[in-house]
Structures are given as C-alpha cells and as structure tokens.
Nanobody, 120 residues
Framework: QVQLVESGGGLVQPGGSLRLSCAASGRTFSSYDMGWFRQAPGKERQFVAS????????YYADSVKGRFTISRDNAKNTVYLQMNSLKPEDTAVYYC?????????????WGQGTQVTVSS
C-alpha cells in the first residue's frame, strides 16, 4: 500500500520558518518526481516545488523561489520542504505527491495534507 505521510505544519509568524516532511512507503519512487503542492481556501491546488528522486534536480514556483528549499533523504525515503521568510499568503494546506512535472493531474499519489498558517 502506497503511503505519503506529511508532517511539520503549524502556526508561524510572518518571517518565520517551518520544515515539512513527507515519508514515502509502499513502493519505489526512484522514477518519480516528488512534489509539494498547496491549496488555500477557495483556490486551486498549486505547484510549490518538486525534486526528481533519481537525480536531485529541483524546480520551484516563482512565488517561493529563494525562500523554500526542497530536498530528499534516500536512506529515510523522505522528502523535505524547508520554508523560510514565510508570508501570510503562504497559508494553505500543503500536500506531498509523487508524479511528474508541475501539474497536479500528473501526480498519481498524494498525502493527506498538513496545514500551514502564517499569521501574527
């Protein structure tokens, strides 16, 4: 059974940092991109960042470039999203997913999501 389990969300003040984790199990993801997406209330799910498991190549949405960093730990089968200089507009449910590219419909597996709230 494929599982992607996110953790690390919470409430943080503007300018603060959070690190999200996504633990993957149930199959080999070496041929996949691992992506982070987010969805705010009333908005569509949007791409945040991805990393190609096999090569470590990373991609970022313009809105988070320079503030967020995606990484992976092969031994732990875990993907991370380090989020710095957080802004209120980063508030959303963050999802980890396995697939390809930057479109949500191209991702086959999804986690349950973790809430990130940026507020003073």
């Amino acid at each position: 059974q494929v599982q992607l389990v996110e953790s690390g969300g919470g409430l943080v003040q503007p300018g603060g940092s959070l690190r999200l984790s996504c633990a993957a199990s149930g199959r080999t993801f070496s041929s996949y991109d691992m992506g982070w997406f987010r969805q705010a209330p009333g908005k569509e799910r949007q791409f945040v960042a991805s990393i190609r498991w096999s090569t470590g190549t990373t991609y970022y949405a313009d809105s988070v470039k320079g503030r967020f960093t995606i990484s992976r730990d092969n031994a732990k089968n875990t993907v991370y999203l380090q989020m710095n200089s957080l802004k209120p507009e980063d508030t959303a449910v963050y999802y980890c997913a396995a697939g390809w590219g930057i479109l949500p419909r191209a991702y086959d597996y999804w986690g349950q999501g973790t809430q990130v709230t940026v507020s003073s």
